[in-house]
């Protein structure tokens, strides 16, 4: 079956950058996408990206895929104390029901 | 703010009760879903309706159970829950059931007592 996995945790300093990485193993996936969840929320969509894209970039956000070693990656630049949350990476298969297969999610915290 | 909407926010029920969860869009999408997300877990997939009809039930206990009275409300019927089905619900939905992003709600926190 598919599997996502990501590392559990990130800590950086506010200001730096942070690159959150994620890798899958289905090569059948359309679209790979990057949730945020804050503490007592619900899932933001933050961005995603075809299977057939290298890059997208969206204002301090950045994507990358790397298809060949089933890797993505987000980079968040300037980081800010408000990015502090889990970040959820997820592959979509482009089938009835949409479904998506999430990675466990990585806990980013920002330091002042 | 989120364009899927949730009620209620908090729940508390006993094993006994009957509650019901309330998801609402209004963008016009025709895929909606419901996902239960356990404490430092990723969500995980209950159920999926496309145009108002339900697609997939990912084997879920029958004391959830969905409605979808038209294409922008989503309900979750409970009945007979138990402490373990204590979780955040959250609610779903996307243009389509292909190959469009999932919006997702602030989701309901039920605690089952």
């Known amino acids: 079956g598919e599997d996502v996995e990501q590392s559990l945790f990130l800590s950086v300093r506010e200001g730096d950058s942070s690159v959150i990485n994620c890798t899958y193993t289905?090569?059948?996936?359309?679209?790979l996408y990057w949730y945020k969840q804050e503490p007592g929320a619900g899932l933001q969509l933050l961005t995603y990206?075809?299977?057939?894209?290298d890059m997208k970039q969206d204002q301090r956000l950045t994507v990358l895929l790397n298809k060949k070693d089933k890797h993505l990656s987000l980079r968040i630049a300037d980081t800010q104390t408000g990015d502090s949350a889990i970040y959820f990476c997820?592959?979509?298969?482009?089938?009835?029901?949409?479904?998506?297969?999430f990675g466990g999610g990585t806990r980013l915290m920002v330091k002042p | 703010d989120t364009e899927v909407t949730q009620t209620p926010k908090h729940l508390v029920m006993g094993m006994t009760n009957k509650k019901s969860l309330k998801c609402e869009q209004h963008?016009?999408?025709?895929?909606m879903y419901w996902y239960k997300q356990k404490a430092k877990k990723p969500p995980e997939l209950m159920f999926v309706?496309?145009?108002?009809?339900?697609?997939i039930n990912e084997s879920v206990p029958s004391r959830f159970s969905p409605e979808c009275p038209n294409s922008s409300l989503l309900n979750l019927h409970l009945h007979a829950l138990q402490p373990e089905d204590s979780a955040l619900y959250l609610c779903?939905?996307?243009?389509?059931?292909?190959?469009?992003?999932?919006?997702f709600g602030n989701g309901t926190r039920l605690t089952v007592t």
């Open positions: 779903a939905s996307s243009q389509t059931a292909n190959n469009s992003p999932l919006h």
């Open positions: 309706y496309s145009y108002e009809k339900l697609s």
């Open positions: 963008m016009g999408h025709r895929a």
């Open positions: 289905d090569s059948s996936s359309t679209y």
């Open positions: 990206i075809f299977s057939n894209m």
């Open positions: 997820a592959e979509g298969q482009n089938n009835a029901g949409n479904m998506l297969t």
